[in-house]
């Protein structure tokens, strides 16, 4: 039996095979040998193509954006709107794709750049988030949406939480009893599993106990940063005047900009329509000018660089520099890791409250947790990684495999001899 555990992110998508009499599952290389491949497309006309639209996923789409910018569509974080009842379709030059489309797009190159590792697959188990990002997400239409876009690839497909996923890969290597807690920190979610793992020859090994998860992860720290450093630029704060009144400038335009998801689609006739009679009407034109010109030249992935760049950065050090320059924007200026936390205080609050909720749900307290395993990218941020420390205390606490660990652990569970026992109840 070929099996496929598919951490499909909104960052980065990892795939991992088993097949016959493997014990250990194997990390599928990708792009230039990678396992890890980032979760964008990018479109351009293209004579012969169909629809006249070509399209590249992963790296070759950041590739194909820095090469012509100003001629294609970027779209990354695209997983973010799978459950939101307010994303219809995304506008793409004169053509409109649903998530669906998007998707099956995405795992056909995924497919190519993994030389068919995704043919004749018997069983595949893909991840999925406790609680999916978005304001209020509805998990039945994400389902629903999934479930066309994964449609025929696998003779079986199960959907398993991201965190338990990890729980599982973890438990594999314990060798005694534990009470395990799993933290996933990604780029739209940040997700728990507290699992009961037993000795090993026992049937089940593992037990989970209680799930928990927010719609906050890196996306939310990469906003902050925008919030803070471009969108003054942009026109935040700003005013307009409507016949003989002065109104604030809505904070949706700006909401929109600091959201990956969302920036690219802000490119369409309709937007720039509405942004241009802002623009004639705000207090300080020029700003809503820049607005629109980081919308219509395509800076949304050079910025998101810019700030991803940053925050890595404030990992390592106490202060670092965020450059970015484009279309009459331009900002060089220091940034302490302080004010960084400061700027996402509240989110690491609400992701207290609901590893909080994990555990109550759980029926453990804190110190009956014998190992807190971390993972995903947005585990690697200090302040994050602070809120475990001083919980659970650095003994109790593994991290390794960030962007691999959740595959790994899919992959595992496609061995099993029935993966439905990890599927959760709703699904």
């Given at each position: 039996?070929?099996?496929?555990?598919l951490d499909?992110?909104?960052?980065?998508?990892?795939?991992?095979?088993?097949?016959?009499?493997?014990t250990?599952?194997?990390?599928?290389a990708?792009?230039?040998?990678?396992?890890?491949?980032?979760?964008?497309l990018?479109?351009?006309?293209?004579?012969?193509?169909?629809?006249?639209i070509a399209?590249?996923?992963?790296p070759?789409?950041?590739?194909?954006?820095?090469?012509?910018?100003?001629?294609?569509?970027?779209?990354?974080s695209f997983k973010?709107?799978?459950?939101s009842?307010?994303?219809?379709?995304a506008?793409?030059?004169e053509?409109?794709?649903?998530f669906?489309?998007?998707?099956?797009?995405?795992l056909?190159?995924?497919g190519r750049?993994?030389?068919?590792?995704?043919?004749?697959?018997d069983?595949l188990?893909?991840?999925?988030?406790?609680t999916?990002a978005?304001a209020?997400?509805?998990?039945?239409?994400?389902?629903?949406?999934?479930?066309?876009?994964?449609?025929?690839?696998?003779?079986?497909?199960?959907?398993v939480?991201?965190?338990l996923a990890?729980?599982?890969?973890?438990a594999s290597?314990?060798?005694r009893?534990?009470?395990?807690?799993v933290?996933d920190f990604?780029?739209?979610?940040?997700?728990?599993?507290i699992?009961?793992?037993a000795?090993?020859?026992?049937?089940?090994?593992?037990?989970?106990?209680?799930?928990?998860?927010v719609?906050?992860?890196?996306?939310r720290?990469?906003?902050?940063?925008?919030?803070?450093l471009?969108l003054?630029?942009l026109?935040?704060?700003?005013?307009?005047?409507?016949?003989?009144k002065?109104?604030?400038?809505?904070a949706?335009?700006?909401a929109?900009?600091a959201?990956?998801?969302?920036?690219?689609?802000?490119?369409?006739?309709?937007?720039?329509?509405?942004?241009?009679?802002?623009?004639?009407?705000?207090?300080?034109?020029?700003?809503?000018?820049?607005?629109?010109?980081?919308?219509?030249?395509?800076?949304?992935?050079?910025?998101?660089?810019?700030v991803?760049?940053?925050?890595?950065?404030?990992?390592a050090a106490?202060?670092?520099?965020?450059?970015f320059e484009?279309?009459g924007?331009a900002?060089?200026?220091?940034?302490?890791?302080?004010?960084?936390?400061?700027?996402?205080a509240?989110d690491?609050?609400r992701?207290?409250a609901?590893?909080?909720c994990?555990?109550?749900?759980?029926?453990?307290?804190?110190?009956?947790?014998?190992?807190?395993?971390?993972?995903?990218?947005?585990?690697?941020?200090?302040?994050?990684r602070?809120?475990?420390?001083?919980?659970?205390?650095?003994?109790?606490?593994?991290?390794?495999?960030?962007?691999?660990s959740?595959?790994?652990?899919?992959?595992?569970?496609a061995?099993?001899?029935?993966?439905?026992v990890?599927?959760h109840?709703?699904?």
């Amino acid at each position: 039996m070929t099996a496929l555990g598919l951490d499909f992110g909104t960052t980065n998508t990892v795939i991992a095979r088993t097949s016959g009499g493997d014990t250990v599952p194997t990390l599928v290389a990708l792009d230039q040998d990678s396992s890890v491949y980032r979760t964008a497309l990018c479109f351009w006309h293209e004579a012969g193509a169909r629809d006249g639209i070509a399209v590249a996923a992963g790296p070759a789409a950041i590739r194909e954006y820095l090469d012509f910018p100003a001629d294609s569509r970027f779209l990354q974080s695209f997983k973010s709107v799978a459950a939101s009842g307010s994303f219809d379709t995304a506008p793409v030059f004169e053509k409109r794709y649903a998530f669906e489309q998007l998707g099956r797009l995405f795992l056909a190159e995924l497919g190519r750049a993994a030389g068919g590792a995704l043919d004749r697959i018997d069983r595949l188990v893909v991840g999925r988030p406790v609680t999916y990002a978005g304001a209020r997400p509805d998990a039945a239409l994400a389902r629903r949406r999934y479930d066309a876009m994964f449609d025929g690839i696998a003779r079986e497909i199960y959907y398993v939480y991201e965190p338990l996923a990890a729980a599982f890969a973890d438990a594999s290597a314990l060798d005694r009893p534990a009470t395990l807690l799993v933290a996933d920190f990604g780029g739209g979610t940040s997700d728990f599993s507290i699992v009961r793992v037993a000795a090993r020859g026992a049937a089940p090994r593992c037990t989970p106990l209680a799930h928990a998860g927010v719609g906050i992860a890196g996306d939310r720290f990469d906003a902050r940063i925008v919030d803070q450093l471009v969108l003054p630029q942009l026109g935040k704060g700003g005013r307009y005047r409507s016949f003989d009144k002065i109104l604030d400038i809505p904070a949706g335009w700006f909401a929109d900009v600091a959201d990956w998801s969302k920036l690219a689609l802000m490119r369409n006739r309709r937007t720039l329509a509405e942004l241009d009679r802002l623009r004639r009407s705000a207090l300080d034109p020029a700003a809503i000018v820049r607005m629109i010109a980081l919308i219509e030249h395509e800076q949304g992935y050079a910025l998101y660089d810019a700030v991803g760049q940053l925050k890595r950065a404030l990992s390592a050090a106490e202060q670092a520099r965020f450059r970015f320059e484009g279309e009459g924007i331009a900002i060089d200026t220091e940034v302490r890791r302080a004010e960084f936390e400061h700027w996402i205080a509240e989110d690491v609050g609400r992701i207290a409250a609901t590893l909080d909720c994990a555990l109550t749900r759980a029926g453990v307290a804190e110190a009956a947790i014998d190992r807190v395993f971390l993972t995903g990218g947005t585990s690697l941020v200090p302040a994050v990684r602070a809120l475990f420390e001083a919980r659970f205390g650095p003994e109790r606490i593994a991290s390794g495999g960030e962007l691999t660990s959740i595959a790994h652990g899919l992959a595992l569970v496609a061995r099993e001899d029935d993966p439905s026992v990890w599927v959760h109840a709703e699904d």
